[in-house]
Antibody, heavy 122, light 110 residues
Framework: QLQLQESGPGLVKPSETLSLMCTIS??????????WGWVRQPPGKGLEWIGS???????YYSPSLESRLTIFVDTSRNHFSLNLKSVTAADTAVYYC??????????????WGLGILVTVSS | QSVLTQPPSVSAAPEQKVTISCSGS????????VSWYQQLPGTAPKLLIY???KRPSGIPDRFSASKSGTSATLGITGLQTGDEADYYC???????????FGGGTKLTVL
């Protein structure tokens, strides 16, 4: 059974870089037709897509975050990661990793991690 | 401000039916498939509906959905207190080249 687990620091200082990793178990990051994505949810608010990556390295980024965002994949270690630089309090959120199907207008996140709360504060 | 518009809240009595709307445009719902997610309090979202109206394995047929033009609708029948959750619609926006979510709808089972 596919499982995803987010990991990383729960507290990041303003202007620094937020780095998270998503470890995949029960499956492979090299999955034909499936991307791997990040979604966040500020406290008390809705879901916001951050970006997604295919095992080949092809990425899709949210236009609002693209200038600060890097998502990369490590096929040898079966995980993918997120770096978001120059963070502010507005980046405080629960960050979820998820498996993303993206094919000819079909899109859905069918498996999610439990999420990790990241607070941006000095 | 979300690209997809959902009502902030809906409510209904146990055993009744409720619908949740999701309104978009031709660049998103109008030309792409819609998915729906259920987020129970304190938990991660869960895929409820994909490809406009398909249910993943394990999702009861009390949950259904449809799409017409630039709008989509989620329906839940036989409401249970365990259905109290936030519900989100999601699709691809071809103009933005981005995944877009609705703002979410909080369902209360009175």
């Amino acid at each position: 059974q596919l499982q995803l687990q987010e990991s990383g620091p729960g507290l990041v200082k303003p202007s620094e870089t937020l780095s998270l990793m998503c470890t995949i178990s029960g499956g492979s990051v090299i999955s034909s037709g499936y991307y791997w994505g990040w979604v966040r949810q500020p406290p008390g608010k809705g879901l916001e897509w951050i970006g997604s990556i295919y095992y080949t390295g092809t990425t899709y980024y949210s236009p609002s975050l693209e200038s600060r965002l890097t998502i990369f994949v490590d096929t040898s270690r079966n995980h993918f990661s997120l770096n978001l630089k120059s963070v502010t309090a507005a980046d405080t959120a629960v960050y979820y990793c998820a498996r993303w199907l993206n094919s000819y207008g079909h899109t859905n996140f069918d498996t999610w991690g439990l999420g990790i709360l990241v607070t941006v504060s000095s | 401000q979300s690209v997809l518009t959902q009502p902030p809240s809906v409510s209904a009595a146990p055993e009744q039916k409720v619908t949740i709307s999701c309104s978009g445009s031709s660049s998103n719902i109008g030309n792409n498939y819609v998915s729906w997610y259920q987020q129970l309090p304190g938990t991660a979202p869960k895929l409820l509906i994909y490809d406009n109206n398909k249910r993943p394995s394990g999702i009861p047929d009390r949950f259904s959905a449809s799409k017409s033009g630039t709008s989509a609708t989620l329906g839940i029948t036989g409401l249970q207190t365990g259905d109290e959750a936030d519900y989100y619609c999601e699709t691809w926006d071809s103009s933005l080249s981005a995944v877009v979510f609705g703002g979410g709808t909080k369902l209360t089972v009175l």
